[in-house]
Nanobody, 115 residues
Framework: QVQLVESGGGLVQAGGSLRLSCAAS????????MGWYRQAPGKQRELVAT???????AYADSVKGRFTISRDSAKNTVYLQMDSLKPEDTAVYYC?????????WGPGTQVTVSS
């Protein structure tokens, strides 16, 4: 079983920064990749950023140049540095981990950006 726990969410003013963390524990092996998704009220969950085991990264167009995903493999932790935050970034942010064809999700952390 894999457990994911996100942290670092909160309330921030537009233009500010937050750093999200997601720690994975349990049966951690053969990780294909980890990533961040978000879901705003009334909207579908959407990709924010992902990183593969080989170190490749991908970002949603809406966050390119403002968000940075990184991973500490030794700690089984993935981070999302979010800069120049906008009110439209307000959402619940979820961490996920892809492993041998299965995807595991964390419970999410709320990010609220005030204008």
């Amino acid at each position: 079983q894999v457990q994911l726990v996100e942290s670092g969410g909160g309330l921030v003013q537009a233009g500010g920064s937050l750093r999200l963390s997601c720690a994975a524990s349990g049966s951690i092996f053969s990780i294909n990749g980890m990533g961040w998704y978000r879901q705003a009220p009334g909207k579908q969950r959407e990709l924010v950023a992902t990183t593969t085991s080989g170190g490749s990264t991908a970002y949603a167009d809406s966050v390119k140049g403002r968000f940075t995903i990184s991973r500490d493999s030794a700690k089984n932790t993935v981070y999302l540095q979010m800069d120049s935050l906008k009110p439209e970034d307000t959402a619940v942010y979820y961490c996920n981990l892809a492993q041998l064809g299965r995807v595991h999700w964390g419970p999410g952390t709320q990010v609220t950006v005030s204008s």
